[in-house]
Nanobody, 121 residues
Framework: QVQLVESGGGLVQAGGSLRLSCAAS????????MGWFRQAPGKEREFVAA?????YYAESVKGRFTISRDYAKNTVYLQMNSLKPEDTAVYYC?????????????????WGQGTQVTVSS
């Protein structure tokens, strides 16, 4: 059983910053890649970032977002800087499915309920 709970979303002005947190339990922090994906109204789910022994980012967020993890706290973070209105979406934390290669095509087998991020113009 895996439980993932996201927090830290909110309403910010373009150019602002937010830090999302993902509290994990179960096997989320065994030997699994962890990551974030997002989904905006009317759009398909979009990979954002992932972390194993390295980090991976969608081209659209590279240089602005930073993913990290704290094994002691069983927590994954997503620091988001220089936010743009296009970043508006529900952000989900997920555990990478077995055998997945971190990146845009990465699939997740568990995820949380998400946290809303809204960036105003």
């Amino acid at each position: 059983q895996v439980q993932l709970v996201e927090s830290g979303g909110g309403l910010v002005q373009a150019g602002g910053s937010l830090r999302l947190s993902c509290a994990a339990s179960g096997r989320a922090f065994s030997s699994y890649a962890m990551g974030w994906f997002r989904q905006a109204p009317g759009k398909e789910r979009e990979f954002v970032a992932a972390i194993t022994w390295s980090t991976y980012y969608a081209e659209s967020v590279k240089g602005r977002f930073t993913i990290s993890r704290d094994y002691a706290k069983n927590t994954v973070y997503l620091q988001m800087n220089s936010l743009k209105p296009e970043d508006t979406a529900v952000y989900y934390c997920g555990r990478g499915a077995a055998g997945q290669v971190p990146g845009p095509r990465m699939l997740f087998d568990y995820w949380g309920q998400g946290t809303q991020v809204t960036v105003s113009s």
